[in-house]
DNA sequence: AAATGGGCTACCT
DNA sequence: AAGGTAGCCCATT
């Protein structure tokens, strides 16, 4: 968990992903001004708190790039499909259905 | 202090 | 269409 602005920006705009929906990296980073720092999200999120659903956020192919950060292997797979999106080996489907651009 | 590597992307073969 | 390279910014060695 880290304190700085960056940091605290890139939880609330997990917060703000609408329930079955999911962003990518790039985006967030995107929207929060820095455009270059997509990597920079993924770390932040890989050490996010448990309360930010960090599940639906993937990289912008619609790979779950960060499943294997999760308890279980298929953690993150299993908890987006419960919230309706479909995915089939790591990739989700419709991704540009579901696909939620921050703003 | 410098090099390496990551939940990434955009370009360039 | 698929694969390699180069910037990105921070954390870890």
């Not at 920006?9 to 455009?35: E, F, H, N, W």
């Not at 270059?36 to 956020?57: D, E, F, K, Y």
Request: charged share 20%; with cysteine.
């Amino acid at each position: 968990m880290k304190g700085d602005p960056f940091s605290q920006d890139v939880y609330s705009m997990c917060k703000r992903i609408p329930y079955g929906r999911v962003t990518t990296y790039g985006l967030i980073a995107q929207s929060l001004g820095k455009p270059q720092s997509a990597r920079l999200v993924g770390w932040t999120l890989n050490q996010c708190p448990v309360n930010i659903p960090a599940h639906r956020v993937v990289n912008r192919l619609g790979l779950l790039s960060g499943k294997d950060y999760f308890e279980a292997p298929d953690l993150m797979a299993q908890m987006l499909q419960s919230e309706g999106i479909s995915i089939i080996k790591n990739k989700i489907q419709n991704f540009e259905k579901v696909l939620w651009i921050p703003k």
